[in-house]
């Protein structure tokens, strides 16, 4: 491993350095060679004369490719004209290893881009994101730490849907039928009659169809079960993770935020007082818009565009008719105790939540009336059958809020290796 990086390069200033990274760019002027180099932290220009170095490294600098990796060695300056004020004048340029003919060039097409994300995720763009994305997920640890929670690790091979038979996942475990896990909700469930306030973070799997901005086949899900907790407090907790995470990037990751042209003071400010609206005023703010909803049905992601583009802060959405929502979610005359958060400017629901239904007898009969086998839910069942609590708990798509918090196109940009309906490979 290197002993100092790019981004340690400040203190050596007048210093003999060296340096091991990219080529990221590079001009030539007659006997002197320009090559920006970069490495995890950020970048620096090289400065190549002929004057300076032996011929082999002038040789070597002079027919080095883009993104070959190198090693270079020389003195530390600072000069204004280069791309972050400091240039290092080379004694030694070596390439490591080279790359001829890297396949992105400035008219790389984005559908290309993404067949060769394993070359695409080099970009700094991407190095921005992926940094924030851990920002968000070390934010998201701190406050439940600060909390009291557990940390739990749910499975990955699951045997019941969580979320609805329409979007599973199913494979052959063995000669029986199994899924990959839509959520993590059903386990953490069981968690909280010894753990009480428990939360995970697991990869969640859902055949969508539906090919939007938003909208993964695999993303990493964020999810919390609290015991002796109705729906108030378990969006009290949601709002305050939510704004403790937006704290946390604002302070630590203000250098990827204003990469994507995001002012961190809006995140800094963030306070933990979310408007609540209906079900029923977000159907007339959605009608009065113009768009022909109907009481009854659900928001899907044209909705939701609509209905949060004028918000500027997120906002839940409370007390959707029970039809459209899930089985355990607990039922007050004909609306499911429920809340969606949703991001304000057109990027739509992050977390969905609710209180859990904790009556045995009103949940055998939801399940009945969904075609469900009861024998796959007996343990769920057992649940309500030994020691029932009333509890609450919800799921925050992680890419879903880093997008908004980015402001970035498309969900896929918010991941390593983005797995779509039509993305499997790289
Ligand atoms: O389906 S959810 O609304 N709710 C659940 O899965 C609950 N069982 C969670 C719980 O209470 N423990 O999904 C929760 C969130 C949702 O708000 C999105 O932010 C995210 O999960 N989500 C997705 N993100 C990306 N792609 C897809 N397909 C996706 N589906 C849900």
């Known amino acids: 491993m290197k002993d100092y990086y790019i981004k340690d390069l400040t203190d050596r200033i007048g210093e003999e350095v060296e340096m091991l990274g990219w080529a990221y760019r590079k001009r030539r002027h007659g006997k002197l060679v320009f090559i920006v180099i970069r490495d995890s932290t950020g970048i620096i220009q090289a400065s190549v004369k002929r004057e300076n170095v032996d011929e082999e490294s002038f040789e070597e600098a002079k027919t080095c ?51 060769i994300r394993h070359m695409t995720l080099r970009s700094i763009d991407s190095r921005m994101a992926m940094r924030a994305k851990m920002g968000v997920i070390q934010g998201a640890r701190d406050f439940f730490e600060k909390k009291g929670f557990t940390e739990v690790y749910a499975p990955i091979f699951v045997g019941v849907a969580g979320e609805g038979g329409g979007t599973l996942f199913s494979l052959d475990y063995f000669g029986r039928k199994a899924y990959l896990s839509q959520t993590a909700q059903l386990h953490l469930e069981a968690a909280i009659f010894q753990f009480e306030n428990v939360y995970s973070l697991t990869p969640s799997f859902r055949a969508e169809k539906s090919r939007t901005r938003r909208h993964l086949t695999e ?74 909803i109907e009481f009854g049905s659900d928001f899907g992601f044209e909705e939701e565009k609509v209905l949060t583009e004028d918000f500027e ?24 105790v429920c809340a969606d958060l949703e991001a304000p400017g057109g990027y739509g629901e992050i977390i969905g939540g609710s209180q859990r239904e904790d009556d045995l007898n009103l ?64």
């Open 219 to 292: 993303f990493y899900h964020l999810e919390a079960e609290m015991a002796w907790c109705e729906e108030d407090e378990n969006e009290r907790i949601e709002e305050e993770l939510v704004t403790h995470i937006c704290n946390f990037v604002g302070e630590r990751y203000a250098e990827e935020l204003r990469h994507f042209g995001q002012d961190p003071k809006y995140y800094l400010d963030m306070e933990p007082k979310f408007e609540r609206i209906t079900y029923d005023e977000a159907i007339s703010i959605l009608q009065s818009k113009g768009v022909g």
């Open 65 to 115: 490719d883009i993104e070959a990796s190198v090693y270079v060695k020389g003195e530390l300056k600072e000069d204004s004209r280069a791309p972050g004020g400091l240039e290092l004048s080379c004694k030694e340029f070596k390439i490591v290893s080279p790359s001829p003919d890297f396949p992105i060039q400035e008219d790389t097409g984005p559908e290309v881009l993404l067949d």
């Open 313 to 336: 802060h997120p906002f839940f959405v409370k007390n959707f008719p029970k039809g459209i929502k899930s089985f355990y979610m607990k039922q007050k005359g004909d609306r499911a």
């Open 363 to 426: 949940l055998v009969e939801r399940l009945l009336r969904e075609g469900e086998k009861l024998e796959n839910y007996e343990w769920y069942l057992d649940l309500r059958r030994y020691g029932s609590v009333p509890h609450s708990g919800f799921g925050l798509g992680i890419e879903r809020l880093l997008r908004w918090i980015l402001k970035l196109e498309h969900i896929r940009d918010c991941c390593l290796f983005p797995r779509t309906p039509a993305r499997i490979y790289p």
